[in-house]
């Protein structure tokens, strides 16, 4: 089993950048495949991002592709969304999520996921 913990949302102005964070515990985050999702009020939750349990496959969403980099550090437990060039309609709750997969799989639907972050709050002003 893994806890899930995000950080690093905040205010930030149209056209600037933001990374969250997610720490996970345990002893075996390798063995997790990871996402980010996101949920702006009143709309469902959608899919960001996603990375394979040792990086090297990686998966975006149509409508952060080139502005967004998920990336992994496996020494430290922790995945990372790096996001540029933000937009208001970035604005959400974005949350990460793990699931126990194979080596070189990624998912992109929340479903496949079975542990989830509390989510933290990005808010893009125009």
């Known amino acids: 089993q893994v806890q899930l913990v995000e950080s690093g949302g905040g205010l930030v102005q149209a056209g600037g950048s933001l990374r969250l964070s997610c720490a996970a515990s345990?002893?075996?985050?390798?063995?997790?495949?990871l996402g980010w999702f996101r949920q702006a009020p009143g709309k469902e939750r959608e899919y960001v991002a996603a990375?394979?349990?040792?990086?090297?496959?990686?998966n975006y969403a149509d409508s952060v592709k080139g502005r967004f980099t998920i990336s992994r550090d496996n020494a430290k437990n922790t995945v990372y969304l790096q996001m540029n060039s933000l937009k208001p309609e970035d604005t959400a709750v974005y949350y990460c999520?793990?699931?126990?997969?194979?080596?070189?799989?990624?998912?992109?639907?929340?479903?496949?996921?079975?542990?989830w972050g509390q989510g933290t709050q990005v808010t893009v002003s125009s």
């Open positions: 345990g002893r075996t985050f390798s063995s997790y495949r």
């Open positions: 999520a793990a699931d126990l997969a194979s080596e070189y799989s990624t998912a992109l639907v929340g479903l496949d996921y079975d542990y």
């Open positions: 990375i394979s349990r040792g990086g090297l496959n990686r």
